[in-house]
């Protein structure tokens, strides 16, 4: 079996989820979300583009109701026995299937939990899924009960993120030679990505950001590429990824001489992620992250040029977004706890000057102080 992580590990996953189970008071668990499926019992599909669903009773019972295609993809990839497909047919409403899977699992009138915060259940799946269970039990919105236990890394996820960050290092060593007058935003992304692919990791949850001239103030792919000019500006985030772990990168790379704007802005970035280092410990919260990075840029006149977040925390994720749901912005109540791998950055887009500037790389926390996982300094690039 294709397995990341001993059945211990998976054991100890699912005692910690039953725990909290028991402790919502929750009969059984819908997982929608892929990362928790994968997290759970190490079932690796894109499979969640259609409709599927792991059900975990609070003794520790799972099934999963997926697709014909998935059924050995379960089989070869996870510790999933208990496997149901349903039959791709006209008008197919697997939630039907859902109830009496659920009814032979002995659930009718329990008390269900239900992703519903995920791509792996779109609108109409969701309207489908309270349709079938209205009247079968008590549904409520368990969307973050994965979602939480993910936070802390174990030993074992905290290796497949450090090699994720070694990936992500290598990426960009791998592209730094083509950056520079005439060079072609194609080569620079493959090399970025082949890095990636050579050092044996794996696709990310989502595009790679790369972007020029103008384009170096978007914090999104966009199709299209073009060749930088002698006095230039490229924005590149990216992430190397191992086993679905990532760890996060961003970088604006000053092409020619750089202007005074840019020099003030990457001081800002640089005395900013500082100055979160200090406060990315427990003690802290998300949101303390998110007030020391709007405090600092602010006072520096920055405020119409940040963003509204400053970083998430990552880990095992899926398509379309490697950013969890636990993110760095203003009122975050969640606690900073030692073994979560945490992406900060610093993103400010000067739409005034059309200077851009950006700065960040994925932590480790501690007991104490945060342990960048990159080797790359954050001093600013120039070619």
């Not at 054991?11 to 994968?38: G, I, P, V, W």
């Not at 239900?114 to 969701?126: I, L, P, Q």
């Not at 990075?293 to 940040?306: Q, T, V």
């Not at 994720?317 to 636990?326: A, T």
Request: include cysteine; glycine fraction near 8%.
């Amino acid at each position: 079996m294709a397995l990341h992580f001993d059945r211990t590990e998976y054991a100890d996953r699912l005692a910690r989820l039953t725990e909290r189970m028991r402790a919502e008071k929750l009969d059984a668990l819908l997982l929608f979300a892929q990362e928790s499926m994968y997290w759970l019992t190490g079932y690796d599909t894109f499979g969640y583009c259609f409709f599927q669903t792991l059900v975990v009773k609070a003794d520790g019972t799972m099934t999963l109701l997926t697709r014909s295609a998935d059924l050995r993809q379960a089989r070869h990839t996870s510790i999933i026995e208990n496997i149901v497909v349903w039959v791709d047919r006209v008008n197919a409403d697997p939630t039907l299937d859902l109830k009496n899977m659920l009814s032979d699992m002995d659930l009718l009138g329990a008390k269900i939990g239900v992703e519903y915060d995920t791509h792996g259940m779109t609108g109409r799946t969701a309207r489908l899924v309270d349709n079938q269970l209205s009247t079968f039990g008590q549904i409520s919105d368990a969307s973050y009960l994965v979602s939480t236990l993910r936070l802390v890394k174990s030993p074992a996820e905290i290796a497949y993120a450090k090699r994720a960050a070694e990936l992500a290092d290598d990426a960009l060593d791998a592209t730094l030679p083509l950056i520079g007058a005439g060079g072609d935003e194609a080569g620079i992304l493959a090399a970025m990505q082949g890095a990636v692919f050579l050092g044996g990791g794996d696709y990310p949850a989502n595009e790679f950001i790369i972007g020029s001239g103008v384009d170096a103030l978007l914090c999104r792919y966009k199709a299209g590429r073009r060749k930088l000019d002698a006095t230039d500006q490229l924005t590149l985030e990216w992430a190397g990824t191992a086993a679905h772990y990532h760890a996060a990168m961003m970088r604006t790379v000053i092409i020619g001489e750089p202007t005074l704007r840019h020099r003030e802005l990457h001081k800002a970035c640089l005395e900013t992620i500082r100055a979160i280092e200090e406060v990315l410990r427990p003690g802290h919260t998300f949101g303390d992250v998110f007030d020391t990075h709007a405090r600092i840029l602010d006072e520096r006149g920055l405020s119409r040029h940040r963003l509204n977040a400053c970083g998430y925390s990552l880990g095992a994720r899926f398509s379309p977004s490697w950013m969890e749901h636990q993110m760095f912005h203003v009122g975050n109540p969640q606690e900073i706890l030692p073994d979560m791998t945490l992406f900060a950055h610093m993103i400010i887009m000067d739409s005034d000057s059309g200077a851009a500037m950006t700065l960040g790389h994925t932590y480790l926390t501690t007991e104490t102080d945060p342990q960048p996982l990159s080797r790359h300094g954050l001093d600013l690039i120039l070619r």
